[in-house]
Nanobody, 113 residues
Framework: QVQLVESGGGLVQPGGSLRLSCAASGFSFGSKIMAWFRQAPGAQREWVATIASDGIAVYADSVRGRFTISRDDANKMVALQMSSLKPEDTAVYYC???????WGQGTQVTVSS
């Protein structure tokens, strides 16, 4: 049974940092491309970052240079380190496993003073 459990969200001031984590189970993690998406209120879900099985990462223009995606294959975890946060980063953040049609519950990130 596939599970993706996101955690680490919260309320942070503009310019602050947060680290999101995603615990995966139920599939062969090491072979999967993993990604983070986000969905702001009233908006469509959008892609944030992807990390391939070889560790190569790609980022959306809106977060490049501020966010860093990483993976820990031994523990089946993927993380998103977010810095220099802006109010427009406010959203529910979800992790995703390539080719698997499953979404977890997400974790809320709110950037506000």
């Amino acid at each position: 049974q596939v599970q993706l459990v996101e955690s680490g969200g919260g309320l942070v001031q503009p310019g602050g940092s947060l680290r999101l984590s995603c615990a995966a189970s139920g599939f062969s993690f090491g072979s999967k491309i993993m990604a983070w998406f986000r969905q702001a209120p009233g908006a469509q879900r959008e892609w944030v970052a992807t990390i391939a099985s070889d560790g190569i990462a790609v980022y959306a223009d809106s977060v490049r240079g501020r966010f860093t995606i990483s993976r820990d294959d031994a523990n089946k975890m993927v993380a998103l380190q977010m810095s220099s946060l802006k109010p427009e980063d406010t959203a529910v953040y979800y992790c995703s496993a390539g080719g698997i049609p499953y979404w977890g519950q997400g974790t809320q990130v709110t950037v506000s003073s």
